[in-house]
C-alpha cells in the first residue's frame, strides 16, 4: 500500500515507518513526505530515505480553503492508499478528507486532553495513566472513530519531554502495527467503530 505521511516536526513516528517498510512483507511503503513547515527533522529524513517531500505554508495562500485544495493536491499527485498525519500540526480539510483515508496519532488517551498539549494538559491534570490513540481522522480535532489505544504510567517526577517520549515509544509501535494491519487486511468504519482485516483495499 502506498502511504502519504504529514509531518509537522521531529518525524520519530514518520521513521518508524520507514523502518518498517524496509521489511518487503510489511505491505506498505512511504511514497512521499509533506509538512506545512520547512526545516523540520522529519523533511530531513524523507530526503535522508530518498522519498519525495512537499511543503504547504498556510501563509502562503488568502485564505484557508485554498490551503486545504492545494495540500489535497499535493497529495493527490502521490496516489496514497493511506495519508498517515504523524505530529502533523494542522487540520485537515474536507479536500482531503473526501478524498483519502486518514490516520493519525495523538499522544492521549483520547477523548481526554485532545489538541496540541495533549501531553502537558494530562499531566497539568495529575493523570497516573495516560497513552497514545490511533484513530481515523475526521473533520475535527482528535475526534475520529478510535482504531487502538495503548495505556502508558505517568511517574511521580516526569516532566512533558520525558512523558511524551515514553508515550511515543509505545505511540510508534503502536502506529507502524495499525498501518500494516489495515493495508495488508482493509478495514470499514460502522459509525464510531473501525473493523480491521474485512479484505483489501
Ligand atoms: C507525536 O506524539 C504526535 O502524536 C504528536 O506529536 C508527536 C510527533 O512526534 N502530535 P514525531 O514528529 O513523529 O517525532
Known amino acids: 500500500?502506498?502511504?502519504?505521511?504529514?509531518?509537522?516536526?521531529?518525524?520519530?513516528?514518520?521513521?518508524?515507518?520507514?523502518?518498517?517498510?524496509?521489511?518487503?512483507?510489511?505491505?506498505?511503503?512511504?511514497?512521499?513526505?509533506?509538512?506545512?513547515r520547512e526545516g523540520i527533522e522529519?523533511?530531513?529524513r524523507a530526503t535522508k530515505a530518498q522519498i519525495p517531500t512537499f511543503v504547504e505554508k498556510l501563509r502562503d495562500y488568502g485564505t484557508r480553503a485554498e490551503w486545504d485544495a492545494a495540500i489535497a493536491a499535493r497529495i493527490a499527485a502521490y496516489e496514497p492508499d493511506l495519508?498517515?498525519?504523524a505530529g502533523f500540526m494542522k487540520i485537515l480539510g474536507a479536500p482531503t478528507l473526501d478524498a483519502f483515508p486518514v490516520l493519525n496519532t495523538h499522544p492521549a488517551l483520547l477523548p481526554s486532553f485532545p489538541g496540541a498539549h495533549g501531553v502537558r494538559d494530562a499531566l497539568a491534570h495529575g493523570v497516573k495513566v495516560t497513552g497514545c490513540t490511533v484513530m481515523l481522522a475526521d473533520s475535527g480535532v482528535d475526534?475520529?472513530?478510535?482504531?487502538?489505544?495503548?495505556?502508558?504510567p505517568v511517574?511521580?517526577?516526569?516532566?512533558e519531554a520525558v512523558?511524551?517520549?515514553r508515550i511515543k515509544t509505545v505511540e510508534r509501535r503502536l502506529l507502524v502495527d495499525i498501518v500494516g494491519r489495515m493495508v495488508r487486511e482493509g478495514w470499514t468504519v460502522t459509525g464510531r467503530i473501525v473493523h480491521l482485516g474485512t479484505g483489501p483495499i
Open 1 to 36: 500500500g502506498r502511504l502519504v505521511v504529514l509531518v509537522s516536526g521531529s518525524g520519530t513516528n514518520l521513521q518508524a515507518l520507514l523502518d518498517a517498510s524496509t521489511d518487503p512483507s510489511y505491505g506498505a511503503r512511504v511514497v512521499a513526505v509533506g509538512a506545512d
Open 42 to 44: 522529519g523533511l530531513a
Open 83 to 85: 495519508v498517515v498525519s
Open 143 to 152: 475526534t475520529g472513530p478510535i482504531i487502538a489505544q495503548e495505556a502508558v
Open 155 to 159: 511517574l511521580p517526577d516526569d516532566d
Open 163 to 165: 512523558l511524551h517520549e
